[in-house]
């Protein structure tokens, strides 16, 4: 199932591609913007790093979806690498090495989900947000909060 979320780079692409790892431990939480909705936690069973553009990283946290039409769930970090720290090396399969530790600026986060065919079940919420991400072998932990108040958003895993 994993493989089928997300979009590879083209397996010629050296510098480009993904790296993924079950989780034994993972949280999420949420907290909307609405002052009544309290933080929604949940689990997550994978994390996946992927980098597009030398330099931006994204960050995927996939859990089990809540609903019975939801399969997988998705909380998204986006960021730069935070000053002096390395891209993470992929070969010619798209396959990559983080090198850890590794830190990241978070400029963006978004959520999507997927139905038990695959398929997005809506268009992903995305945020502006201001944040970052420690990433380290066996640790990942993220947390930003929206550019225009109000939500905010926490995950943390461990392999």
């Not at 993470?88 to 600026?105: I, K, V």
């Amino acid at each position: 199932m994993l493989g089928l979320l997300g979009v590879l780079a083209p397996a010629s692409a050296e510098g480009y591609g993904r790296w993924e790892a079950e989780t034994n431990t993972c949280t999420l939480r949420t907290e909307a913007q609405a002052p009544d909705s309290g933080a929604r936690p949940q689990t997550c069973r994978a994390i996946r790093l992927e980098q597009n553009l030398e330099g931006m990283l994204t960050v995927r946290f996939l859990s089990t979806g809540v609903a019975e039409d939801v399969a997988v769930e998705q909380l998204i970090f986006v960021g730069q690498l935070a000053t002096g720290q390395e891209p993470m090396r992929c070969n010619r399969e798209a396959r990559c090495d983080p090198q850890w530790p590794t830190s990241l600026t978070v400029t963006t986060v978004a959520a999507s989900r997927y139905s038990p065919r695959g398929l997005l079940i809506s268009l992903p919420r995305t945020h502006l947000a201001r944040g970052s991400c420690r990433l380290e072998e066996r640790q990942l932990r993220c947390e930003a909060r929206s550019t225009s108040g109000g939500a905010s958003w926490e995950a943390e895993a461990r392999r």
